[in-house]
């Protein structure tokens, strides 16, 4: 619900637009909706709290209504709760929950939480980024964090931690992090990867336009099902699900 998406660049800021998209998101196959009023792109600049109920509240509460499981991508907890109140069923926070009060909110709503890790801000998280082990510091920090909202009185079944793959990460880095998933794993929360399109495919394959990137996608989205990926972020769902259909059925195939 943003004019600045790095994706789909506004294409979804009229709210019956976004509804009907998220409806169509549903119908191919998607498990959650997540949808978002504050681009996160790299350089993107934060919106005020006001701004980002205005664009997601409309979209949250139509497709909650319709029966469909939204997720609200948020890093501030008043956006958080409104949205919950509207509907809502998981918080995605690209933050980690650094707003003081998203894990008492998560805690007392029982709702599903997502805690990626970024270095630095979206505004800045691609000038310089810089680690000695990328993978052990990701992990340290998102473990760091799950215990904290553990410790908040959220339920560990309702955790998720994301990597965050192209938030502060070279490409190297990416690929380090999806080729050691299983570290993530490892730690016994569920994993969420959302490599959906990013700048890191295209400087691979050299395509250029994020729209054109779904093949690359979903060949990530395979091989991080095998390494035992709970979810994956996506902008095409159709491709995508197949990928982790097969990937899913091969990882589950013993003799």
Request: net charge negative.
């Amino acid at each position: 619900m943003t004019p600045d998406s790095f994706s789909d660049g506004g294409r979804y800021q009229d709210p019956e637009l976004a509804i009907q998209h998220g409806l169509d998101l549903a119908q191919q196959g998607a498990d959650l909706v997540d949808v978002g009023g504050e681009s996160t792109r790299p350089g993107s600049e934060g919106v005020p709290a006001e701004i980002e109920l205005a664009r997601v509240l409309p979209v949250v509460e139509a497709l909650a209504t319709r029966g469909v499981a939204v997720s609200i991508d948020t890093s501030k907890a008043t956006v958080a709760r409104h949205a919950i109140e509207a509907g809502a069923e998981v918080i995605n926070d690209v933050t980690a929950g650094s707003d003081p009060d998203m894990l008492g909110l998560a805690a007392e709503s029982g709702c599903g939480l997502v805690l990626m890790h970024m270095q630095g801000t979206p505004r800045t998280m691609q000038e310089r980024p810089s680690y000695e082990d990328v993978v052990r510091e990701v992990k340290d920090f998102l473990v760091e964090r799950a215990l904290a909202a553990e410790f908040a009185g959220i339920d560990r079944a309702a955790i998720s931690i994301d990597p965050g793959i192209g938030f502060g990460k070279t490409v190297d880095h990416n690929l380090e992090l999806l080729r050691r998933l299983g570290e993530l794993v490892s730690t016994g929360y569920p994993v969420a990867v959302g490599t959906s399109r990013k700048g890191f495919l295209g400087h691979l394959t050299g395509v250029d336009h994020p729209e054109e990137r779904d093949v690359a996608t979903a060949a990530t989205t395979a091989l991080a099902v095998m390494a035992g990926a709970a979810m994956v972020r996506v902008h095409d769902v159709e491709s995508s699900r197949q990928a982790a259909r097969i990937a899913s059925a091969i990882a589950r195939t013993r003799i």
